[in-house]
Protein backbone atom coordinates (compact mmCIF):
# COMPACT_ATOMS: atom_id res chain seq x y z
CA UNK A 1 0.00 0.00 0.00
CA UNK A 2 1.42 3.59 -0.82
CA UNK A 3 1.82 5.40 1.96
CA UNK A 4 0.78 9.49 1.80
CA UNK A 5 2.84 11.17 -1.10
CA UNK A 6 4.06 14.62 -0.99
CA UNK A 7 5.63 17.06 -3.55
CA UNK A 8 7.94 18.59 -4.48
CA UNK A 9 10.28 17.37 -1.73
CA UNK A 10 12.79 20.03 -2.26
CA UNK A 11 11.96 24.13 -3.21
CA UNK A 12 13.96 27.06 -2.95
CA UNK A 13 12.55 30.50 -3.95
CA UNK A 14 12.90 34.04 -3.52
CA UNK A 15 11.02 35.96 -0.79
CA UNK A 16 7.75 37.50 -2.25
CA UNK A 17 7.72 34.70 -4.74
CA UNK A 18 4.84 31.87 -4.43
CA UNK A 19 4.87 28.43 -3.63
CA UNK A 20 2.73 25.88 -3.39
CA UNK A 21 2.83 21.78 -2.25
CA UNK A 22 1.02 18.82 -2.87
CA UNK A 23 -0.59 16.11 -1.16
CA UNK A 24 -2.02 12.43 -1.62
CA UNK A 25 -3.11 11.03 1.46
CA UNK A 26 -3.42 7.50 2.08
CA UNK A 27 -6.40 5.90 0.69
CA UNK A 28 -9.21 6.10 2.59
CA UNK A 29 -8.10 7.80 4.66
CA UNK A 30 -10.73 10.94 5.11
CA UNK A 31 -8.47 12.86 7.63
CA UNK A 32 -5.68 15.12 6.21
CA UNK A 33 -3.16 17.37 8.37
CA UNK A 34 -0.76 19.76 7.59
CA UNK A 35 1.98 20.57 9.64
CA UNK A 36 5.08 22.86 10.09
CA UNK A 37 8.59 21.92 11.40
CA UNK A 38 10.99 24.31 12.17
CA UNK A 39 14.50 22.84 12.56
CA UNK A 40 15.15 21.38 16.13
CA UNK A 41 11.28 21.77 16.95
CA UNK A 42 8.12 19.15 16.37
CA UNK A 43 5.67 19.61 14.23
CA UNK A 44 3.27 22.17 14.49
CA UNK A 45 -0.45 21.79 12.83
CA UNK A 46 -1.37 24.59 10.20
CA UNK A 47 -4.73 23.16 9.37
CA UNK A 48 -6.83 20.00 9.63
CA UNK A 49 -9.51 18.48 6.67
CA UNK A 50 -11.70 16.17 7.32
CA UNK A 51 -12.85 15.08 3.95
CA UNK A 52 -12.93 18.28 2.04
CA UNK A 53 -14.01 20.63 5.10
CA UNK A 54 -11.46 22.13 6.89
CA UNK A 55 -12.12 21.64 10.15
CA UNK A 56 -9.18 22.95 12.50
CA UNK A 57 -7.41 26.21 10.91
CA UNK A 58 -6.72 28.32 13.73
CA UNK A 59 -2.97 27.97 13.50
CA UNK A 60 -3.24 28.60 9.56
CA UNK A 61 -1.59 32.34 8.86
CA UNK A 62 -4.73 33.48 6.47
CA UNK A 63 -2.90 36.69 5.12
CA UNK A 64 -0.27 34.91 2.99
CA UNK A 65 -1.30 30.53 3.50
CA UNK A 66 -4.23 29.36 1.96
CA UNK A 67 -5.01 25.59 1.08
CA UNK A 68 -7.42 23.40 -0.32
CA UNK A 69 -8.90 19.46 -0.70
CA UNK A 70 -11.67 20.02 -3.21
CA UNK A 71 -12.73 16.19 -3.65
CA UNK A 72 -11.38 15.10 0.17
CA UNK A 73 -8.63 13.51 -1.48
CA UNK A 74 -5.75 15.29 -2.50
CA UNK A 75 -4.69 18.42 -1.13
CA UNK A 76 -2.87 21.37 -2.01
CA UNK A 77 -0.73 24.17 0.78
CA UNK A 78 0.31 27.64 -0.58
CA UNK A 79 2.00 30.24 0.40
CA UNK A 80 2.15 33.66 -1.49
CA UNK A 81 3.92 35.42 -1.17
CA UNK A 82 6.56 33.22 0.73
CA UNK A 83 8.49 35.30 3.43
CA UNK A 84 12.16 34.35 5.10
CA UNK A 85 10.63 32.96 7.96
CA UNK A 86 8.56 30.65 6.10
CA UNK A 87 11.42 28.30 4.96
CA UNK A 88 10.66 25.10 7.04
CA UNK A 89 9.30 21.24 6.28
CA UNK A 90 6.09 21.12 5.56
CA UNK A 91 4.47 17.93 6.61
CA UNK A 92 1.46 15.89 5.19
CA UNK A 93 -0.16 13.69 7.19
CA UNK A 94 -3.38 11.51 7.04
CA UNK A 95 -5.51 9.18 9.24
CA UNK A 96 -8.33 7.04 8.61
CA UNK A 97 -11.16 8.69 11.46
CA UNK A 98 -14.10 10.48 11.92
CA UNK A 99 -14.99 13.32 13.67
CA UNK A 100 -15.50 12.65 17.52
CA UNK A 101 -12.92 9.43 17.53
CA UNK A 102 -9.93 10.73 18.67
CA UNK A 103 -6.60 8.89 19.21
CA UNK A 104 -6.00 7.59 15.51
CA UNK A 105 -2.71 7.24 14.41
CA UNK A 106 -1.31 9.02 11.64
CA UNK A 107 0.48 8.32 8.62
CA UNK A 108 3.39 11.36 7.64
CA UNK A 109 4.15 12.16 4.24
CA UNK A 110 8.17 12.51 3.35
CA UNK A 111 7.24 16.31 3.06
CA UNK A 112 8.72 19.40 1.39
CA UNK A 113 11.70 21.01 2.77
CA UNK A 114 11.19 24.82 1.56
CA UNK A 115 14.21 27.41 1.29
CA UNK A 116 13.18 30.87 1.05
CA UNK A 117 16.05 33.06 -0.07
CA UNK B 1 4.19 26.36 28.47
CA UNK B 2 4.14 23.21 26.31
CA UNK B 3 1.35 20.38 26.65
CA UNK B 4 4.27 17.73 25.21
CA UNK B 5 7.66 17.74 27.38
CA UNK B 6 10.50 15.61 26.70
CA UNK B 7 13.81 14.89 27.82
CA UNK B 8 16.42 14.85 26.78
CA UNK B 9 16.53 17.31 23.86
CA UNK B 10 19.96 15.52 23.08
CA UNK B 11 21.61 12.54 23.60
CA UNK B 12 24.63 10.78 22.32
CA UNK B 13 25.34 7.14 23.16
CA UNK B 14 28.03 4.42 22.88
CA UNK B 15 26.70 1.78 20.87
CA UNK B 16 25.39 -1.81 23.08
CA UNK B 17 23.89 1.10 25.78
CA UNK B 18 20.03 0.77 26.80
CA UNK B 19 18.62 4.29 26.37
CA UNK B 20 15.45 6.04 27.72
CA UNK B 21 13.44 9.08 26.15
CA UNK B 22 11.12 10.37 28.55
CA UNK B 23 7.56 12.03 27.86
CA UNK B 24 5.50 14.06 29.79
CA UNK B 25 2.00 15.33 28.95
CA UNK B 26 -0.44 17.83 30.46
CA UNK B 27 -3.62 17.27 28.93
CA UNK B 28 -6.02 14.79 28.55
CA UNK B 29 -5.37 12.02 26.50
CA UNK B 30 -6.72 9.25 24.23
CA UNK B 31 -3.46 8.05 23.49
CA UNK B 32 0.27 8.80 22.83
CA UNK B 33 2.45 8.48 20.25
CA UNK B 34 6.24 7.82 19.57
CA UNK B 35 7.75 9.06 16.49
CA UNK B 36 10.92 8.56 14.41
CA UNK B 37 12.60 10.86 11.86
CA UNK B 38 15.46 10.57 10.16
CA UNK B 39 17.50 13.16 9.05
CA UNK B 40 15.87 14.41 5.98
CA UNK B 41 13.28 11.77 5.98
CA UNK B 42 9.69 11.55 7.02
CA UNK B 43 8.15 10.45 10.52
CA UNK B 44 7.34 7.31 10.95
CA UNK B 45 4.81 5.87 13.77
CA UNK B 46 6.68 3.38 16.01
CA UNK B 47 3.66 2.90 18.74
CA UNK B 48 1.01 4.65 19.80
CA UNK B 49 -0.43 3.00 23.49
CA UNK B 50 -3.38 4.22 25.81
CA UNK B 51 -2.12 2.03 28.81
CA UNK B 52 0.54 0.26 30.20
CA UNK B 53 3.74 -1.24 27.71
CA UNK B 54 4.21 -1.94 24.04
CA UNK B 55 7.27 -3.60 22.60
CA UNK B 56 8.75 -4.04 19.02
CA UNK B 57 12.34 -5.68 18.58
CA UNK B 58 14.84 -3.41 20.70
CA UNK B 59 12.04 -0.91 21.08
CA UNK B 60 10.08 -0.75 24.20
CA UNK B 61 7.19 1.99 25.24
CA UNK B 62 5.64 2.23 28.57
CA UNK B 63 2.70 5.17 29.85
CA UNK B 64 1.71 5.55 33.19
CA UNK B 65 -1.83 7.27 32.66
CA UNK B 66 -1.99 8.46 36.43
CA UNK B 67 1.41 10.58 36.11
CA UNK B 68 1.00 11.58 32.48
CA UNK B 69 4.57 10.46 31.88
CA UNK B 70 5.81 7.80 29.42
CA UNK B 71 9.18 6.53 28.16
CA UNK B 72 10.70 5.20 25.18
CA UNK B 73 13.68 2.57 26.00
CA UNK B 74 15.87 1.33 23.61
CA UNK B 75 18.01 -1.95 23.80
CA UNK B 76 21.20 -2.71 22.46
CA UNK B 77 21.47 0.50 20.97
CA UNK B 78 23.27 0.83 17.08
CA UNK B 79 24.21 3.63 14.90
CA UNK B 80 21.36 2.89 12.51
CA UNK B 81 19.09 4.29 15.58
CA UNK B 82 20.62 8.22 15.39
CA UNK B 83 16.92 9.67 14.71
CA UNK B 84 14.90 12.50 16.45
CA UNK B 85 12.31 10.81 18.20
CA UNK B 86 8.85 12.31 19.28
CA UNK B 87 6.23 12.47 21.29
CA UNK B 88 2.85 13.18 20.50
CA UNK B 89 -0.31 12.89 22.53
CA UNK B 90 -4.13 13.15 21.17
CA UNK B 91 -6.18 14.74 23.05
CA UNK B 92 -9.07 13.50 24.65
CA UNK B 93 -11.66 15.60 23.20
CA UNK B 94 -11.80 16.65 19.47
CA UNK B 95 -8.80 15.25 17.02
CA UNK B 96 -5.73 17.60 18.40
CA UNK B 97 -2.53 16.09 18.57
CA UNK B 98 0.28 17.85 20.63
CA UNK B 99 3.73 17.31 19.69
CA UNK B 100 6.82 17.62 21.55
CA UNK B 101 9.91 19.26 20.39
CA UNK B 102 12.08 15.78 20.03
CA UNK B 103 14.64 14.01 20.94
CA UNK B 104 17.76 14.38 19.13
CA UNK B 105 19.46 10.71 19.73
CA UNK B 106 23.08 9.84 18.17
CA UNK B 107 24.49 6.53 18.48
CA UNK B 108 28.75 6.82 18.08
CA UNK B 109 29.81 2.69 16.98
Known amino acids: EAGVVQSPRYKIIEKKQPVAFWCNPISGHNTLYWYRQNLGQGPELLIRYENEEAVDDSQLPKDRFSAERLKGVD ?12 SAVYLCASSLESSGRAGNEQFFGPGT ?5 | KNEVE ?5 LTAQEGE ?5 CSYSVGISALHWLQQHPGGGIVSLF ?3 SGKKKHGRLIA ?7 HSSLHITASHPRD ?7 VSKDTGNQFYFGTGTSLTVIP
Open chain 1, 75 to 86: STLKIQPAELGD
Open chain 1, 113 to 117: RLTVL
Open chain 2, 6 to 10: QSPQN
Open chain 2, 18 to 22: FITIN
Open chain 2, 48 to 50: MLS
Open chain 2, 62 to 68: TINIQEK
Open chain 2, 82 to 88: SAVYICA
